[in-house]
């Protein structure tokens, strides 16, 4: 059945149709039916725009809020132009048991403004899993994070878009173009401790990590769906996609505390935890290497004792070494193929997917609008861009 | 259909109509919605009797709503609560299912009206419609959103929503209308079954569940107990100016999601096969907005939890409603 022609015999056989005229008639209020036949809203919102989602873990905002808030507003009043390609629907949230006077703010700036959505989690979590409720809570068609203390500029949203729907990317990691924890020392730990979580998880893409991104909304979704207590939110939506992006912004870090050592290893920790951590197979290899060589030279030891039987000057060392060897690389080996059967069952029960589907086809709009109106013109976010490619 | 009559210690004020007398119900429609408003209803003390009504059968429906207007006569002066939860026409309903119900609707407003005629107690109408039929391809439906049916199924229900809004009744009646978002909860027998029971169903016997639409579709799922609670609660409440309401969740929901939700409640994966109908695949979500001060839904992995339970788990709890 074919509904678009069952629509049209149904509403020509009867007049009731949308009958929106009648809407005014009735005798009472049917809720949200206050739009007229008048109204510019087009028949059916959202078609015509890719709609954009915002989300903010918030836990210590109480400072920030107000002006991060009043910036998004006025990106959205920005974005009302008609040919502009995006509209944010919804700016959301998470109230991470916030510490400060968060949960008065929001409150307040969610009645003040009618595209603020207060996500409220029942404790503390932590970043990644309020970040993974607010997504769960958003409908847009790319989901924007970003910090609560302004170290995310809200204006530069606009850019991780343009970047993303260009180059087809799913993930769109805002990248620091300059020092960011205002000491380069940090700065250069910080990245020193990405590129060593990248070696260990065989994972390229966690140097590009950044809790300011963009993410196309069914995968943002779909990894936040997924998530798993100890599962890193950014390594989940690299088991949805492998169109990885990075754009070079000016990021500055305003915490006084930023992050701890603890926190950093608990970071580390989760990202082991949660990717494929390829080294455990070393040990497999490992394993097999020693009883290859084991059986090698047992067989070279035969043929030792009966060719030349003189030439062995100590006996009995060999044997100990040789079962040693062969019994240690066979342990080595099944421990190895336990681990390879454990991760399997680790990845599958934190919800690595087979396969999922991707439509990109709403990127055309906005990817025709930007190349007649191209925001961005650096060549330095390029060379980002291109980096990020090889890691694809 | 379920002849409700509330408990005689019940009868407060509230509940009775200007000659002292009880509250009774008519519920119209005992599926997957209308079946669990009658348990709440049996849950604060109401008792309930039970009857086919012949749907499909003209004559012998008329028939059967003149002895629930008799009925509701013979109780005397009292506060009558009608419920349409009736509709076997699901999303893809063809022109045919949907003027049955259309006529079936009007027959029922009929014998109201008929009922308000001849007796003086207060008359609550309670309409159960679709949000999802309403505004279905809306995204973040918010105050200011239009119903724009794209379906006979939707253009039905808003149609039944201009019946009871427009029509004369020979004196005030409380009139209120539920618009409901996807719908899950405890299967009927012989009625449709919605994805999250289908998927509890199947993965449990290890049997291909067919998705018709995208993992990544977005829908508003509400759950059913939910619903009934809301409902019921307005029954116990004196009766108040004409009300329509968005009954979601305001959280949009990937399948995907649910999904997994399922996979953590049944500790198996549930086998998906995928059927492409691009005109079913379409998003509908709704702003936390839109919803009523007093309703609260109760979060999707608590109740697909409590679901599994109360359907496989513990089917004496499920039976003994």
């Known amino acids: 059945m074919e509904s678009h022609d069952d629509r049209a015999s149904f509403e020509s056989s009867r007049p009731a149709g949308r009958a929106s005229g009648a809407v005014d008639e009735r005798r009472y209020d049917l809720g949200v039916s206050q739009t007229t036949d008048s109204s510019p809203e087009p028949a059916v919102p959202g078609r015509s725009k890719v709609l954009v989602s915002t989300v903010t873990p918030v836990y210590r905002g109480a400072r920030t809020l107000d002006e991060l808030v009043s910036r998004i507003d006025a990106l959205r009043r920005r974005w009302s132009e008609p040919a502009w390609p995006f509209e944010l629907v919804e700016s959301i949230f998470v109230d991470d048991a916030s510490v400060d006077e968060s949960s008065d703010v929001l409150e307040r700036l969610e009645a003040e403004y009618d595209f603020v959505r207060v996500v409220t989690l029942s404790r503390n979590f932590g970043q990644h899993p309020a970040t993974s409720a607010g997504i769960l809570h958003s409908s847009g068609d790319w989901v924007l994070t970003l910090d609560e203390d302004l170290q995310h500029r809200p204006e530069d949203i606009e850019l991780l878009l343009e970047r993303a729907t260009i180059h087809g990317s799913d993930v769109l990691y805002a990248q620091p173009a300059g020092i960011v924890h205002r000491s380069w020392y940090r700065d250069r730990a910080s990245r020193g401790y990405k590129r060593l979580l990248s070696l260990s998880t065989g994972d390229p893409n966690v140097r590009l990590f950044n809790s300011f991104r963009a993410v196309r909304g069914s995968i943002a979704r779909a990894a936040a769906a997924v998530v798993g207590h100890d599962t890193f939110l950014d390594i989940a939506i690299g088991w949805f996609t492998q169109r990885v992006g990075a754009r070079r912004l000016d990021l500055l870090d305003s915490r006084e505390g930023g992050y701890t050592f603890r926190r950093l290893l608990s970071h580390a920790r989760r990202a082991m935890i949660s990717s494929q951590t390829k080294w455990l197979r070393l040990g497999a290899a490992v394993g097999i290497g020693a009883l290859s060589l084991s059986v090698l030279l047992l067989v070279w030891i035969m043929v030792q004792k009966v060719l030349a039987p003189a030439s062995i000057e100590v006996r009995g060392w060999t044997s100990l070494f040789l079962t040693t060897a062969f019994f240690g690389g066979l342990v080595a080996c099944l421990v190895g193929v336990s681990l390879e059967y454990l991760r399997t069952l680790v990845l599958g029960a934190h919800g690595k997917p087979n396969f999922f589907v991707v439509d990109r086809s709403i990127d055309v709009g906005p990817r025709r609008y930007f190349a007649d109106h191209p925001l961005d013109v650096s060549g330095e976010a390029d060379a980002v861009s291109d980096g990020a490619s090889k890691a694809d | ?321």
């Open chain 2, 1 to 321: 259909m379920l002849y409700l009559t509330a408990p005689a210690r019940r009868t407060e004020a509230s509940e009775t109509g200007p000659h002292g007398g009880g509250a009774v119900g008519l519920l119209f429609g005992a599926g997957l919605v209308g079946r669990r408003i009658g348990a709440a209803l049996l849950r604060r003390g109401w008792t309930c009797r039970e009857t086919t009504t012949p749907w499909t059968d003209g004559p012998r429906l008329l028939d059967h709503l003149r002895q629930a207007e008799r009925w509701v006569q013979q109780v005397g002066p009292c506060r009558l609560d009608v419920v349409w939860s009736a509709g076997r026409a699901g999303f893809a309903a063809d022109e045919e299912q949907i003027l049955g119900e259309e006529a079936n609707f009007r027959r029922l407003l009929d014998m109201v009206v008929r009922v308000a005629s001849s007796t003086s107690g207060q008359i609550v109408f309670h309409l159960i419609s679709s949000a999802g039929g309403l505004f279905e391809g809306q995204r973040h439906v918010a105050a200011g959103s239009c119903p724009c049916p794209q379906r006979p199924y939707g253009v039905l229900k808003l149609r039944l929503e201009e019946l009871l809004a427009n029509l004369d009744f020979p004196r005030p009646i409380s009139r209120r209308v539920y618009r409901l978002t996807s719908v899950y909860g405890p299967s009927v027998r012989g009625g449709r079954r919605g994805l999250v029971p289908t998927l509890l169903h199947n993965a449990r016997e290890g049997r291909a569940t067919t998705i018709v639409g995208q993992l990544t579709t977005l829908r508003d799922y509400v759950f059913t107990e939910d619903i009934a609670r809301h409902i019921a609660d307005a029954w116990v409440l004196p009766t108040q100016p004409d009300r329509c309401e968005i009954l979601a969740s305001g959280k949009p929901t990937t399948i995907h999601e649910i999904v997994h939700h399922v996979h953590k409640v049944v500790h198996r994966t549930p086998a998906l096969v995928f059927a492409a109908r691009r005109d079913n695949a379409t998003d509908i979500t709704f702003a936390p907005s839109v919803l009523p001060p007093d309703w609260a839904p109760t979060d999707l992995e608590t109740s697909i939890f409590q679901l599994h339970r109360n359907v496989f788990d513990d089917p004496g709890l499920a039976a003994s409603e």
